[in-house]
């Protein structure tokens, strides 16, 4: 059993790594400002004050500490850009140091190389895009993403701290919330079985999504794996997926319902992305264990057993 230190256990990535951890009968704490659902210690507090992250130095023996607290996108004011994400992750960085964990694992995005639905698509230089493409972004939320991932690997290399970072790809996944909101409407438009807005531009898009059970077992191996150290990887699912693929797997679950295209926040915005994941495969030995189609599926069962109502949102 290992002691866990996960910093934003309660977003939509988070709630399910925990479960995952929890599992796995490791001992979890969550550090976030709201309670969790999870029946695990948690510490109350937010990443940008010091004093509150430095609460956790009171944990003994901590083994990993998993990094998803940030912001979910960019909220128009620069310098909250940077005291969360930047400033709140050196507290965060820190703490992992003056704790002398085992491994330290930073949740980036693909956002990190340039791509964020927010600002105009630009073609990759190479396709699928590897770790190795050049990181070119040009807007507030990308940058900072990319400043979380040069701090990271700045205590890797300066001050011996084991890391790794993952750059995720668009999670798909039940109860969308923060990053993951748009899923929690794909969810409730599921519910209703009359209109589906895709998230794609347009049937041809090539975007590329993942599983977020498999983004859990992604982090989960990246932070016990020993190849991992000083590591950054893609998270995302084997393959890219089609907008007309994407259609296809909801009128398999909802015959009746229109699906439409168009979705302004599209990854591709209409042209092609895809990402390779190789390297995780290769180095780590891990294959994702579902595709986009069982991800769709995932949260259409959700709704069907009632989640909508559990979590307190119900589509009429």
Known sequence: MSKVLVFGGTGFIGRVLVDALIERGDDVTVFSRSKPRNEVRW??????????????????????????????????????????????LTNVLQLARDADI??????????????????????????????????????????????????????????????????????VGPDGSGGGQMWRDFAEQLHKGKTVQLPFMSPNELSHFVDVRDVASMHIEAGIHPAAVGETFNCCAERATRGHEFAEYVKELSPDAAVEFGYPWSMAQGGEIEFDMSKMKNLLGFVPRHT?????????EWTQSGGLALSGQVAS
Not at 115 to 140: G, I
Not at 292 to 300: I, Q
Request: charged fraction near 20%; hydrophobic fraction near 40%.
């Open 43 to 88: 510490v109350a507090g937010d990443i940008t004050g010091l004093a509150e992250v430095n609460q956790c130095l009171g944990i003994r023996g901590l083994d990993f500490i998993y990094q998803l607290a940030s912001l979910p996108g960019d909220t128009g004011d620069p310098r909250q850009m940077v005291e969360v994400n930047v400033l709140g």
């Open 292 to 300: 986009v189609r069982d991800a769709v599926r995932s949260v259409f």
């Open 102 to 171: 085992s491994r330290f694992v930073l949740t980036s995005s693909i956002s990190a190389y340039e791509w964020y639905p927010a600002t105009k698509f630009r073609a990759p230089l190479m396709m699928p895009v590897a770790e190795t493409h050049p990181c070119r972004p040009q807007d507030m939320y990308s940058s900072t993403k990319l400043m979380q991932e040069q701090l990271t690997n700045t205590y890797y290399h300066q001050y011996d701290l084991p890391t790794t970072i993952l750059r995720v790809t668009a999670v």
